[in-house]
């Protein structure tokens, strides 16, 4: 791999104290303080950083007789450490050992050190530069998408201030690979067993291809790796860095999208011809920043404010402010009542699911699909869209960001774009005719790889404006295409001179291509004009890969989202809710949430547990300021009230978005849409006024629990917690089945229902119920799998199986639901059966308290 490394691995009250001897306005000596509001940064006069401290408690972040580099020049060999440190009034001059040169302007800021490359001399050799990296014995947080790390009393990272310094060290693709590392968030809490030791990683789950599956391992000490702008150093703690490579030299790499598979498997390595950028590491700038953890992401936001990074604000806020933080919509079906319900519901912002996915295609923009609605009435994207943005919803599709499919874009065929993404490059060795299917080559060029690096095998040359499909080539001369197919996807065949060039093409997970960059800064040109043009403000980009696919890694995708929001911003647009398929450094400040994944595997809100996929991405959106998710939890007309509320307070509670999956028939459907709505509404309500504190938030979190909230006045609302028992799969027998309850009496208890599940063609010839006072109520009534008894405010009554009231049983007495050892015993009317079984669940409340003004 030519660049793979292996490394190591507001007053403004500022003060610039300096131990060293000052001649001519330069500082020769032993080091060089830097303090901001919060730290204290040293740089000794070799150019290492060998202090960070903490002003407010006096504690040493940086590991003891393990100093830093604070540039390293990299080779395609070797790195290269600076020996000597020239201190001037405003820049340090590091000297290294190959004779280079780096001058670095120091600016202080009252939160951050901003640093810049001013200049590189005497380096001719040098691809890549890095800030760092810098080592801390911070490790309990670990940051890896924008180089930050955190523990519950510090936070140490650095931002890049320019679109080509990206994060993590130079490596092939300069893109951070995914796989599981063993750290435990709570050593007492998850220790770790004797087999596993802090730091060691292992392989994601699946086989390459389904995204659920890369999340295997349920332990709380098992956490994802997304990036490599910080990296677990268990030996001391962590490092961080940033780098900024030389763009304009052409690469020959070799990316594996997986880290374990540089050779086998579905997603193993392939080798790419990177073609060059006009873009260097001059002028490279970074942030340095160390302050309180519970100031980090307010430090981020002055610096993106300070520096002019992108501070997308939603409704006057930044969307890394937890204060911004709202639930989406993922709308399902006919779209009559979409509108309807969002405004019930209090939601602003909707990913239409139901028209289908969108592949971008210059010359048929709006796609072959209409809005529908029941009836078989339709109309256009643009004009529902005005129709919602009028109404004040953001609206948006589900779209394949950059992949080019054959059949559906003007760039593929019938006339090639000479701008498609690449794999290889080479040249034919004989002419080649119209009608001649023998193609020989000057060489092999890596051809003999399966598509590429996503595990397709999708093999497509270009050569001129004519695309050919291929098996293999032969490995002796005269290197010979196998099985060729001219004139793919409807392209015409050509005639070609022995020395045309011809390349193979770069194929997405989907086979189709990709744009390069050129191509891909008209993708975002378009997209931002789409979007304004078809009345929406909210985009989800699935496939976000596709900007990894010309081989730059985070400065790609830093050039297609600068040119997305220019584009929609110049085109009148304001505010732009992207979601997308993945959090990236090179995505980060663009992306308002990552809702991707969904159902039990992100978060259950009925059983109150997190899912493994959930786990993981909360970790690693956690520990990078990054709002956490649960992906789309469809609603179901099956839910109660509390499974719906409990989805409103947990998303609170962690800090976390989501999208509602919601359609009218599973809306119709419920026998509680209405109370559904009414309570969903209440917790947004309370989200606007801003009443839920930091140990509201902690007690939201609790999985043992689940919550009521009402609205008693503008701004005040009683927040009631619950507690609900649950038991699945109860025999439906002769004798009682007891489940004991916390509190006696009607008040305590807000509802309590039994669930009848059945085999094919069975039924229940009814139950027999014991109240908490010993009264028995005989339910003479065959219940068939799905329905319900439920009681509810005094009332028992039958209810479908989408809660939908059938008829009342009885009115329970108050006096019935006291009881010495309160319990609620559950019986068959008649004889039994194995093959019918009861789900109990009773929810009762704890205790209340009045929040808001």
């Known amino acids: 791999m030519n660049d ?83 201190f001037n009034p405003g820049d340090i001059v590091l000297r290294y050992p190959n004779g280079a040169v780096a001058r670095i302007d120091v600016q202080l800021r009252p939160q951050y050190l901003r640093l810049q490359l001013l200049s590189l001399d005497n380096a001719p050799d040098v691809d890549n530069i890095v800030w760092g990296p810098y080592k801390t014995t911070i490790s309990k947080k670990i940051g890896e998408i924008i180089s930050v790390v955190r523990d519950d009393r510090f936070a140490i990272g650095m931002l890049a201030l320019d679109d080509n310094t990206t994060s993590g060290p130079p490596t092939d693709g300069d893109f951070g690979v995914t796989y599981y590392y063993i750290h435990s968030p709570d050593p007492l809490k998850y220790p770790l067993p004797p087999h596993l030791k802090e730091g060691q990683t292992f392989k994601i789950g699946g086989d390459g291809r389904n995204d659920i599956a890369f999340y295997s391992q349920p332990e709380e000490y098992y956490r994802m790796n ?75 936001e002055r610096i993106v404010l300070d520096e002019g990074l ?108 000479d701008s498609l993404a690449i794999m290889q490059r080479t040249r034919i060795a004989a002419a080649l005719s119209v009608t001649d299917t023998v193609i020989t080559l000057e060489d092999t060029c890596y051809l003999n790889e399966f598509g590429g690096w996503e595990g397709n095998h999708t093999n497509v040359l270009k050569i001129g404006k004519e695309l050919i499909e291929y098996e293999s080539v032969t490995t002796t001369r005269p290197y010979t295409l196998k099985n060729v197919k001219r004139g793919l996807y409807g392209t015409v065949r050509g005639d070609y001179a022995a020395g045309t060039v011809i390349v193979k093409l770069q194929p997405n997970c989907y086979r189709g291509f990709a744009p390069d960059l050129r191509l891909q800064d008209s993708y975002g040109d378009f997209y931002g004009r789409w979007l304004v043009d078809g ?25 297609f989202f600068r040119r997305l929001f220019d584009s929609y911003e110049k085109a009148g647009g304001k505010y732009l809710r992207v979601m997308g398929s993945c959090i990236f450094e090179g995505n980060w400040h663009y992306m308002s949430v990552c809702n991707v994944g969904g159902g039990n595997h ?46 409103q307070a947990k998303s609170i509670g962690w800090d976390a978005t989501y999208m509602l999956g919601l359609s ?94 059945t085999g094919k063609d069975e039924y229940a010839e009814g139950l027999r119920l014991r109240m908490p006072g010993g009264q028995t109520v005989p339910v003479e009534v065959r219940l068939t799998d799905g329905q319900y008894i439920i009681y509810n405010d005094g009332i028992l009554y039958l209810a479908d199986r989408h809660r939908k009231p059938l008829r009342q049983i009885v009115k329970i007495d108050p006096i019935a639901m006291e009881g010495k050892d309160p319990a609620i015993g559950v019986a068959a009317l008649g004889n039994g059966s194995d093959k019918i079984k009861l789900e109990i669940v009773a929810v009762q409340m704890e205790e209340k308290e009045k929040i808001g003004q």
Not at 53 to 69: F, Q, V
Not at 238 to 245: A, P
Not at 704 to 719: C, R
Request: hydrophobic residues 35%; glycine residues 8%.
């Open 310 to 417: 992108p501070h997308p604000e939603v409704d006057g806020k930044w969307i890394k402010d937890p204060a911004s933080f709202r639930p989406d919509l993922a709308w399902s079906g006919p779209h009559d009542s979409l509108a309807a319900y969002m405004s019930r519901l209090g939601v602003k912002n909707v990913q239409d699911e139901g028209w289908g996915e969108y592949y971008p295609n210059f010359e048929n923009k709006w796609g072959h699909n209409r809005i529908s609605f029941t009836g078989g009435r339709s109309v256009t994207l643009p004009q529902y869209g005005a129709q919602l943005k009028a109404e004040g919803i953001r609206y948006g599709l589900h779209t394949l960001c950059e992949f080019l499919q054959p059949g559906n874009n003007s760039h593929v065929a019938p006339v090639p774009s």
């Open 4 to 86: 793979k490394i292996n490394f190591l691995s507001s007053t403004f009250c500022l003060c610039i104290m300096l131990t060293a001897a000052v001649c001519g306005g330069k500082a020769y000596g032993q080091k060089k303080k830097f303090e901001t509001k919060y730290s204290t940064f040293t740089v000794n006069a070799k150019g290492y950083v060998v202090s960070i401290l903490d002003k407010r408690s006096g504690r040493e972040y940086c590991p003891k007789d393990l100093p830093s580099a604070l540039l390293t020049l990299v080779t395609r060999e070797k790195q290269i450490l600076p020996v000597s440190a020239e």
């Open 664 to 757: 009218q028939r599973a809306a119709e459907a419920s026998g509680l849409k209405d109370a559904a709505f009414s309570a969903f509404r209440t917790w947004e309500h309370a989200r606007e006024a801003g009443v839920f504190k930091a140990r509201h938030k902690e007690k939201l979190k609790d999985l043992a629990k689940k919550f009521h909230l009402e609205q008693t006045a503008p701004g005040i609302f009683v927040l009631y917690t619950l507690h609900e028992e649950r038991r699945a799969e109860v025999p439906y027998q002769l004798d009682f089945y007891s489940m004991p309850l916390r509190k006696a009496g009607a008040a305590a208890l807000f509802e309590w229902s039994v669930r009848v599940r």
């Open 535 to 559: 009345g929406m403000d909210y985009i989800d980009f699935d496939g976000l890969e596709s900007c990894m696919y010309q081989g730059h890694g985070q400065y790609s995708f830093k050039r």
């Open 602 to 647: 992100m978060f259950d809100p009925v059983l109150n547990k997190w899912g493994i996929e959930g786990k993981d991405m909360r970790y690693v959106f956690e520990s990078n300021y990054f709002p956490s998710t649960f992906g789309i939890i469809s609603y179901t007309s099956d839910w109660s009230l509390y499974d719906m509320e409990n989805l």
């Open 226 to 300: 997304y990036g490599n702008g910080a990296v677990l150093e268990p030996a001391f703690g962590s490092s961080i860095c940033l780098h900024s490579r030389n763009r304009r030299k052409e690469q020959m790499i070799r990316f594996p999208v997986l880290p374990d598979n540089l050779d086998g498997g579905y997603n193993s390595a392939r080798y790419q011809l990177v073609l060059p950028a006009d873009v260097g590491f001059d002028g490279s700038s970074i942030a340095l920043y160390a302050c309180p953890d519970s100031l980090g992401l307010k430090t981020i």
